[in-house]
Structure formats: C-alpha cells, structure tokens
C-alpha cells in the first residue's frame, strides 16, 4: 500500500510539473509577438543595392 502511495504522489508531482510547463508554452504561444517582428523587418528592408544585387552595379565579365 506504502508503494501505491508513494507511486501516486510521484505521478502527481510529475503530472503538476508537465502542467506547469505545459501552461507556459500556451502562454508564450498566446502572446506570440511575430507581427510586431514582421512589422519592424517589412519597416526596415534591405535594397537590391544593400544586398549587392543592383543590376546596375553588377560588373559584366
């Protein structure tokens, strides 16, 4: 009975910390802040030129 018990309250102490972790993925996942990132990237984009991909700037071999 002693086993039982003590199997129990190990499940439980496993089962409350899965739980816990559980809820705080759901919480970052709800407060996902992905659109504020897009917004900053689509804000500050890089040019053909920044990227050294202007055709005008190229140089012919």
């Known amino acids: 009975m002693l086993l039982m018990v ?4 190990w499940l439980l102490l496993f089962a409350s910390i899965t739980l816990v972790f559980s809820s705080m993925l ?3 996942v ?12 689509w804000n ?3 040019t053909y030129k920044d990227l050294h991909l202007d055709p ?6």
């Open 6 to 9: 003590e199997f129990a309250m």
């Open 26 to 28: 759901l919480e970052m």
């Open 30 to 41: 709800l407060r996902d802040t992905a659109k504020y990132d897009m917004e900053h990237h």
């Open 44 to 46: 500050h984009r890089f």
């Open 56 to 61: 005008d700037s190229r140089t012919r071999e």
